[in-house]
Each structure stands twice: as C-alpha cells, then as structure tokens.
C-alpha cells in the first residue's frame, strides 16, 4: 500500500524513490512484522490464556512436557496479523504473486483454524477429520494452481517444466502431472510443518530459515540478469515475492519471541498449516518445487520420521524410533530438549546454504 501513496511523490522528491526498490522495502517488511508481533504478542496470549484454549499433552511423550500442559495455543494468529500487516503495507498491492501467497497461506490458515477452534474450543479432542483437513488443502492447492496457470501466458500448454536442482536444463512433464506433483508440495509441505512443531521453538525457528532462503530464490528468480547469469528460469515480476517474505521471516522471528523455550504460546495448527502451505505456494510459483525439499529438509525429515514409524508398526508390529516425530525420538534418548531444537535449526541452516548454492552448482 505504502509503495503506491508515496511513490508517485518521487516526482517531487527524490528520497522518495527509495520505496521502488524492492530489496528496501523487504527489509522494512521483517522489522515492521518483526515490531508489530511484539506489540501485540503479550495482549493476544493474555486473550487466549483467558480463553483457556490451551495445549493438550500426549500421555505417552515426554515427561518434561507434562508441565507445558495449558500453554494457550493458536498463537498463529499472531504471525498471520504482523505477516499479512505488513506485506499489505510494504507489498505491490499490483503483483498477481502476491496476492496468490497471501491467499494460499489465509486458506491453510483458516484450515488450521478450524482444527484448533474445533479441538479447543468446541471440545472435540480430534479436532475436524483427517479427511476433511486434507480435503480443504488439496482444494485450497488447486485453487491456487488454478489463478497461477490462468497468469501464465503458456497456460494453455500439455505440457510443464520442471526444475531440478544441479540440472541446468529443467524436464518437460504432462501438464496433469505436473499439477498433481505441484499439488502434492503444498499439502505437503503444509502438513511436515504440522509434524514438525512439537518443541519450543523448533518449527518457527526452522521455518524462518526457509523463509530466508525464499526471499533470496524469489528475488534471484525474478531479476532477469542474475537469473539470466545463473542460468535458473526467470519468473518475471516474482523479485516482489521478496517482500512478504521478508514480512514472513519477521513475523517468525517475532513470534520465537514468544515462543522459545520455555514457550509462552503455540502456533497450533493455525500457524504452522498457514507457513507449509505458503512455503509450498512460493515454491511452485518460482519453479523451485524440488528444491523446497532441500530447503526444508527438516520438515522432510520429520515427515518421513512419521511415514516411517507408521508403516513399520503396521507391517512389521514394530517401531524403529522411540517415539515420531523424530524430535520425540532424541528428547526419549536423553537429549534436552533446548539442545534438540539449536541442533535441528543449525541443520536447518546448513540445508538452506546448499539450496542456494545449487544455484551457482549447475
């Protein structure tokens, strides 16, 4: 909103030029989410505390989180207000990509809102059925898919192209293909956040990481000379997803605020549905998909921990970690939980420099 009152005012002062550059308002992006996740954190979880939605423990986790028990959770109202805040104030309120990710991260949202406010408030432990959670994702990834093709002016092609990481040239797959693989990364994508954030802190710390590494794969992607140089598919118009990505990372960064151990407040299902599906939408739109599994490995980790542990019980009547996630498998082992979560985000942070240097590694 901001870049469309005050640019026009560079006609008569050039201080005011400055809001054109995208790399400027991202910056100002992070410290605005950053700042009004602040103001406003203590107020919400008082709110939610008075409300007495809180977190609801596993019998059979860890014994040190029996005292987490009534921690108010659904705290992913506050990185939804300071991350849509903020890209609506910094964000070219003009750019089709902008609007497709702050949709696509509102509907998972709201998806994860209806599975809190069912469990939490209406009472009903399971909260809405795994078939209708995955039912209104996968609506919610085709619809997405549905505004990004129609933008596309090769929507109308059988077939798409997918990029690998490493690879200069990208492959042509079916176009049918292509949406159901695009629509698996973001159901995906959304849920392995979901698995993920079961200590203080780990999601939002990892998820801030990948927020980082969009905002440059965004930008890079977008730019027609460094894309150009680094011989990646350009997107054009895409450098503005830079902007609420940089809102995302300070929103993360404001709510770990809150949330580091010992927590004050939980994302729920309400904020960590919201930042998969987000970061699965952003992937599809900077023709990244594959490489998002890089990115968010952790998230992928944790996810197949589960896949796993599942599957082993079922066939063999036997399980081969202690508890899934894998986060619970290390805390059984012995590992404090403050250094599971700093262990998991440097990994995190190692992941996220491979991904970019796949960039320059082809």
Not at 101 to 123: H, S
Not at 148 to 177: E, M, R
Not at 328 to 338: A, I, K
Request: aromatic share 12%.
């Amino acid at each position: 909103m901001l870049y469309h009152l005050l640019h026009p005012l560079a006609a008569h002062h050039q201080f005011f030029n400055l809001i054109r550059y995208v790399t400027v308002r991202a910056v100002w992006a992070a410290l605005t989410a950053f700042l009004l996740t602040l103001a406003v954190g203590k107020t919400l979880i008082a709110y939610l505390t008075h409300l007495k939605v809180g977190q609801s423990i596993r019998a059979d986790g860890p014994q040190t989180h029996h005292k987490k028990s009534g921690t108010p959770t659904m705290g992913g109202l506050l990185i939804a207000l300071a991350f849509l805040g903020s890209s609506l104030l910094w964000a070219r309120l003009d750019n089709r990509y902008v609007w497709l990710g702050l949709g696509a991260f509102a509907w998972f949202g709201v998806v994860g809102f209806l599975d809190d406010y069912t469990k939490l408030v209406l009472k009903n432990s399971k909260g809405i059925s795994a078939r209708a959670k995955v039912t209104l994702q996968v609506l919610g990834a085709a619809l997405v898919l549905s505004f990004y093709c129609s933008t596309q002016p090769d929507a109308p092609s059988p077939l798409a192209l997918l990029n690998l990481p490493f690879l200069k040239t990208p492959l042509d797959v079916p176009l049918w293909i292509y949406l159901c693989f695009a629509v698996v990364v973001m159901v995906g994508s959304s849920n392995a956040v979901n698995l993920t954030d079961g200590l203080d802190g780990l999601a939002i710390g990892t998820s801030a990481f990948v927020a980082l590494a969009f905002i440059i794969i965004t930008y890079l992607v977008g730019h027609p000379r460094l894309s150009s140089y680094l011989l990646i598919p350009h997107v054009p118009d895409l450098s503005e997803m830079a902007v609420p990505c940089s809102a995302l990372l300070g929103a993360c960064l404001g709510f770990l605020w809150f949330n580091a151990h010992p927590a004050q407040v939980f994302m729920g299902d309400t904020g960590s549905l919201a930042l998969g599906g987000y970061f699965g939408a952003v992937a599809v739109m900077s023709k990244q998909e594959v490489l998002l599994a890089l990115v968010g490995m952790v998230f992928v980790i944790e996810a197949v921990s589960v896949i796993l542990q599942v599957g082993s019980f079922k066939m063999r009547g036997k399980r081969i970690f202690a508890m899934a996630p894998l986060h619970h498998h290390f805390e059984l082992q012995g590992v404090p939980e403050s250094k599971v979560i700093v262990r998991f985000w440097i990994v995190a942070a190692l992941f996220m420099l491979a991904a970019i240097s796949t960039f320059k590694l082809r």
